[in-house]
């Protein structure tokens, strides 16, 4: 039996949830277009009859401008620091490896894996140039492996996942053998609201909001959006309420048949200062 830890990291937006949870093959992390989505570490586990993978995808690294996202950058490096047995480094290798890319491998160990991810937007030619190149400018990361993939299309990770498989050492599962993630389920409801918002909201104001399950009754659950501006609530809410009707509607149906989904938007100016008690970084 083998079974181990693997720190997921990479800066934001390069595709790292994504290819968690199609590595998990279930949606255990939100994804959105826009930046910062992962708010903490969320655990995807990767289940086989004589292995077991714990991916812990981590909070995008980004120039933080505000408490959280100072908080948000330390968190991904504690995965890191934490003794996991792989790391993966997540690159875009449609954008190519930039500096904010080196600064973060110069932190990492030497054999480290190296993702570049969104082939799927390449043609075959440029991926081996994005492989050339990426190994030339992370070549201080002297005993690392570059796999090109696809998060999107699911290329190549049947190899990555075997690479895991191989440097996880002998040991007992961690959990039990058809868990996929530890999030608790009033998190995970609540982070389904979240997603369906910055979906609908786009880039208007992603970065200062956050969900909160306050009533957890399956099927009926009722969720708190809360904004840190008055002025954030209108947009939220929308002209008679229809885009929060919208969101509720989009986020019932992601949940599951016969949900009843209630959502308040709510404003609290500070939120962004304890961003623990809406289940962000509590690691
Ligand atoms: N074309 C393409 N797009 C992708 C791929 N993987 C992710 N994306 C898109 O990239 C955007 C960001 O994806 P996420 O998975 O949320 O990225 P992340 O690295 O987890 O972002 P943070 O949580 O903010 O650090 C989304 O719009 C995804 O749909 C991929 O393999 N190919
Ligand atoms: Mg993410």
């Not at 979240?194 to 659950?221: G, I, M, N, S, W």
């Amino acid at each position: 039996m083998k079974s181990g830890f693997v720190a997921i990291v990479g800066r934001t937006s390069v595709g790292k949830s994504t290819l968690v949870n199609k590595l998990v093959k279930t949606k255990v992390s939100i994804v959105a277009r826009s930046s910062n989505t992962t708010r903490n570490i969320i655990r995807g586990i990767i289940n086989g009859p004589d292995y077991q993978i714990v991916l812990q995808d981590t909070p995008g690294l980004h120039r933080s401008h505000n408490e959280m996202g100072h908080r948000l950058n330390e968190a991904a490096l504690t995965a890191v620091s934490d003794y996991p047995d792989a790391v993966l480094l997540v690159t875009d290798a449609y954008g190519g490896i930039g500096s904010g890319d080196i600064k973060l491998a110069k932190m990492l160990p030497k054999d480290t894996i190296v993702i570049l991810n969104k082939t799927d937007k390449l043609s075959n030619p440029q991926i081996t140039l994005q492989l050339l190149e990426a190994s030339e400018k992370l070549s201080f990361l002297s005993e690392a492996e570059f796999i090109p993939v696809s998060g999107r299309s699911g290329y190549n990770l049947d190899n990555l996942k075997q690479l895991l498989i191989d440097r996880m050492p002998e040991g007992e599962r961690f959990f039990e053998q058809d868990t996929v993630t530890d999030l608790m389920d009033e998190f995970k409801i609540a982070e389904i609201v979240r997603e369906q918002v910055l979906r609908v909201l786009k880039q208007d104001l992603p970065q200062h909001l956050a969900c909160r399950t306050v009533e957890y009754d399956p099927p009926f659950y009722r969720c708190e959006i809360i904004v840190d501006k008055d002025s954030h609530k209108p947009i939220i809410l929308g002209k008679n309420g229809s885009r929060l009707g919208e969101i509720r509607r989009a986020a019932a149906y992601k949940i599951g048949s016969g949900t009843v989904l209630e959502l308040h938007v709510k404003v609290d100016k500070n939120w962004l200062s304890y961003p623990e008690r809406f289940g962000y970084l509590q690691l």
